[in-house]
């Protein structure tokens, strides 16, 4: 166990060790005191390290003074399969007051091929060690003035993208894309989406940064989609991870085989924090009427979706919905309850009756592979009803019902079982009159 230790200590120290001279040397690289020889084999191994691959560079050259980067013909194939290459790469700029200005640069056409989902390794020694470096003693923020991207293209198993060239121009910069092309191979859809980004005047190395971002007339076409959007947003970024998202989307046009659905649109917030994202508030627009809430989701130790929600439809309001969800081993768990949240009036839109009162429902379940099971219940007071004609009406009528019920996974057979007991109210139904109290409804079924 001894040598165990020990062996396992000297590797660690040996790793340390080789990181750190590849830190120091990357650090001589952008101090620009090694030759380009050198320099091109530092780029190499960085690049293979962080990809998990092999990387060969056609030709490098660095200087800092004035800054100058140049680079040509990248080539990275990873274990996987997957394949990585960049035309060129062309960067002239200055060192000033800490801050790196760009005054152009020129990235040459990316293809990307992936095998599948990338298996990327955790931040290493090296990386942390040569970014401190760079910030002590050289430069902590990068200024773009000019700036352009000749496009490429990234393909998975299930994805085609082509991207076209676009520009980024002025302090303040703005980011036009003149256009994405997607094709998804499964299901077989074609996308086009012109975007245009306000870019900071610079970007910290920390990552504290804030993007806008702005879509006119995206398309999106397939057999059976045929859709057009617009959306409309800020991206924030703290550190390099997404802190806050704020978007608002118009959907011009959705179509379904022969049904056309009608406009709609979504405007929300969202916040992201160490494993919990919550979007508060967000609203969902129809030309009938709105969906309002909040919602949280967790992704630890399991995936859990928590909403609180208000709609409105048909100048009917329904307040204080809540529900979530739980993932589970075989399925998940799902939630639904609200109280007084307007239900019963909700009913008028679908009948012939005018129903008030106070209300308290909830549904609790799961979802399998052998199924959904769910319990429900729903609770009545001060109920009130009076039909169209007059002829037909309710007074302080009291309820509740329980429903037990099973859909098994090929959805063709439903099981239900429903109990229920109406002991207070009065009902008048033509020229019958009922009065509860003395003679309480039962239901079984």
């Known amino acids: 166990m001894d040598e165990d230790l020990t062996h396992r200590r000297s590797f660690s ?4 060790f080789l990181s750190a001279v590849l830190a120091f040397g990357l650090f001589l690289l952008v101090l620009g005191l090694v030759g380009p020889k050198l320099a091109r084999l530092a780029l190499e191994r960085a690049v293979s390290s962080s990809l998990r691959g092999n990387c060969t560079v056609g030709e490098f ?69 040569a970014l401190a470096l760079t910030k002590v003693f050289l430069f902590k923020r990068v200024r773009i003035l000019k700036g352009e991207f000749e496009g490429g293209e990234v393909t998975t198993p299930e994805l085609k993208l082509a991207l076209g060239r676009f520009q980024v121009v002025g302090q303040n910069s703005t ?10 191979t499964q299901p077989e859809v074609s996308l086009q989406l012109p975007l245009s980004l306000s870019l900071p005047s610079s970007i910290s190395l920390d990552g504290d940064v804030a993007v806008g971002f ?79 809430g909040k919602t949280v989701v967790e992704f630890k130790p399991r995936l859990r979706v928590g909403a609180a929600l208000c709609s409105s439809f048909g100048g009917v309001r329904l307040d204080g919905i809540k529900a979530n969800a739980t993932a589970l081993d075989d399925g998940f768990a799902f939630a639904l309850w609200g109280e007084n949240t307007g239900l019963f009036s909700f009913l008028d839109s ?17 979802a399998t ?70 003679t309480p409804l039962s239901l079984a079924c």
């Open 175 to 184: 980011l036009v894309l003149g256009s994405v092309y997607a094709d998804l």
């Open 61 to 129: 050259s660095f200087a800092l003074a004035p800054f100058r980067l140049f680079l040509r013909d990248l080539q990275v194939k990873m274990d996987d399969g997957s394949t990585l290459s960049v035309t060129g790469l062309n960067a002239t700029g200055r060192v000033s007051k800490g801050t790196l200005v760009l005054e152009a640069f020129n990235l040459g056409r990316v293809s990307l091929h992936l095998k599948g989902v990338p298996s990327l390794p955790p931040p290493s020694a090296l990386g942390g060690t």
């Open 214 to 292: 702005e879509v006119d007339g995206m398309r999106a076409k397939s057999s059976s989609i045929n859709a057009g959007a617009k959306a409309k947003g800020e991206l924030r970024f703290e550190r390099w991870a997404l802190r806050k998202a704020e978007a608002s989307v118009w959907l011009e046009r959705f179509r379904r085989g022969k049904r056309v659905f009608p406009s709609m649109e979504l405007s929300a917030k969202a916040s992201f924090l160490k494993g919990r994202a919550s979007i508060e508030p967000f609203t969902f627009f129809l030309p009938s009427g709105n969906l309002t």
């Open 350 to 366: 679908f009948t012939a009756v005018s129903v008030e009162g106070k209300d308290r429902f909830s549904v609790v379940g799961r």
């Open 369 to 438: 592979g052998k199924g959904v099971e769910f319990n429900s219940t729903l609770e009545g007071k001060g109920l009130r009803f009076q039909s169209r004609d007059g002829e037909d009406a309710g007074e302080g009528i009291e309820g509740i019902i329980k429903i037990k019920g099973r859909l098994l996974p090929s959805l063709s057979r439903l099981h239900l079982e429903a109990i229920g007991k109406i002991p207070r109210g009065e009902l008048l139904f033509g020229n019958i009159y009922l009065d509860l109290s003395e």
């Open 13 to 16: 120290f040996g790793r340390w």
